[in-house]
Structures are given as C-alpha cells and as structure tokens.
C-alpha cells in the first residue's frame, strides 16, 4: 500500500489518491482509491471492495470524518467497486452516484442516485463535477467524472494497469511508449470497440484535462496522457476482432 498523495490543492479544494491496494489485499491488481474535498465535505471516488477499506478509511480520516463524505461514486457494478459499500454506507450519510443497481446486500435504497445515460452534474460546494459517458468500455454503463477547478478526468477502467513492483514512489508513467506493454492486452480485450473509443475521445475533448486518473495503475499527464489518448482513438479491440461471414 501507498502513503496518500495530494493531487491537486489550492484554497478549499483537495484531490488526494487514498490509497494504492496491495495485490494481495483484493487477490488481484492493485487498485486506486481518491477523495475530492471542498470546504470539508468530500466525494469517495471507486471506494474498492473487502480488504481496501481498513486502509482506505484510515487515510480519508486524515481529511475528514465519515459524516462530511456527502458522495460516493461508482463507476460501474464490479465487485472491486461496489463490494464494501454496505459498511461505507452504515457509516455515513453519503448520497450513492452510479449507473447500475448494486446487488450487495443493500436494503435501503433510498440514497443512490441514477445518473442519465447522456450524463450529469454533481455540485460539491464550490465545485460542479461533471459525469460524462463512457458506456461500453468494460462496462455498458461506465461513466466518468470530470473536476473542472482539478482538471482531473477519472477514468476507471480507462487506461487501467498494473503497477510494476512496489515501488509507488510515481504514480505517474513516465513513457507511453513503454507503458504502452502494460495496457494493450487489458484494454484490447476489456474495450467493446473502437467506435466506443472514439465516441468517448469525442466526449471529453472539450475539456481541459491535466491529468487522467484511472481506477487501477499509473496515472497520466503531458506528453504520456497525449500519447495515451492518440493511441485509443486507432485501438482495435473487443468485437472489432470479430469475423462475421
């Protein structure tokens, strides 16, 4: 696991990555946990599954207590998502974003809040955060969410990746070129298609992004967020493999 690292900060806003999971701590890749907080109230972004939140919350704790955590967000239903959510929500009062309806357990529905398949807002204080589309890549329902004060897009399981070693001093790729080895077969398999890709390229140019944040790996800005971007828009992936006679 990771010591948290401040993303962006300035007056009453704060984007922070929580906490970079250990492998063995979801028997699988190691994934991203962030929190964006405006004048103490904060938005839980992909709040991980069992054993990411005796980490998670020990760090969100530094910032803030649960009763300020007025929002979480999910990107889509997998269990590496949604799988904790039941304890988050015993804890808090937060309001539940996400697209599917989650099958975990959960009672009381009454706090999730659908997102339209063209998108939304969510006002967080001073901040409109902004939920863009992203269907059909990994997930039919997959969004995004766009802080404009950050210019942080997060992304899920766009442009996810393994982190090499444990070293997390950077979290940020260095090349593409050579990051480029660690999503192909993800991202080649896991994409439905190149038109989704393009589609989604098409949804987020008009927004000034500085850095993409995915839910697993590495994330990106310059030249390697360029590079990252130009090589999905020609990607052949999912059903684009299919040979239909």
Request: glycine share 6%.
């Amino acid at each position: 696991m990771t010591n948290d690292k401040v993303l962006y900060s300035n007056n009453d806003h704060l984007l922070v990555i929580l906490n970079i999971s250990e492998p063995g701590e979801e028997n699988g890749i190691p994934s991203n946990q962030y929190l964006i907080l405006n004048k103490v109230k904060g938005i839980l972004m992909y709040p991980g599954g069992f054993g990411v939140m005796p980490q998670v919350l020990h760090q969100l704790m530094k910032y803030l207590e649960p009763k300020d955590l007025v929002g979480i967000v999910l990107s889509h239903q997998d269990p590496d998502i949604v799988g904790r959510l039941s304890s988050w929500m015993e804890m808090t009062e937060a309001k539940i974003w996400l697209r599917f309806l989650p099958h975990y357990d959960i009672k009381d529905m009454h706090r999730f809040v659908g997102i339209a398949d063209d998108g939304d807002d969510l006002v967080l204080n001073d901040v409109t955060l902004k939920f863009l589309p992203a269907h059909f890549l990994h997930s039919p329902g997959q969004l995004n969410v766009y802080d404009p004060l950050s210019k942080i897009m997060f992304t899920s399981d766009i442009g996810a990746a393994e982190y090499q070693g444990d070293d997390f001093s950077n979290i940020f790729v260095d090349d593409f070129s050579k990051h480029q080895n660690l999503i192909e077969c993800f991202h080649r398999r896991y994409m439905s298609l190149n038109r989704a890709l393009r589609y989604w390229l098409k949804t987020i140019k008009p927004y000034e992004i500085d850095i993409i944040a995915p839910q697993y790996g590495y994330l990106y800005k310059g030249e390697a967020k360029a590079g990252f971007l130009r090589w999905l828009e020609t990607l052949k992936c999912g059903s684009d493999f299919l040979n239909i006679d």
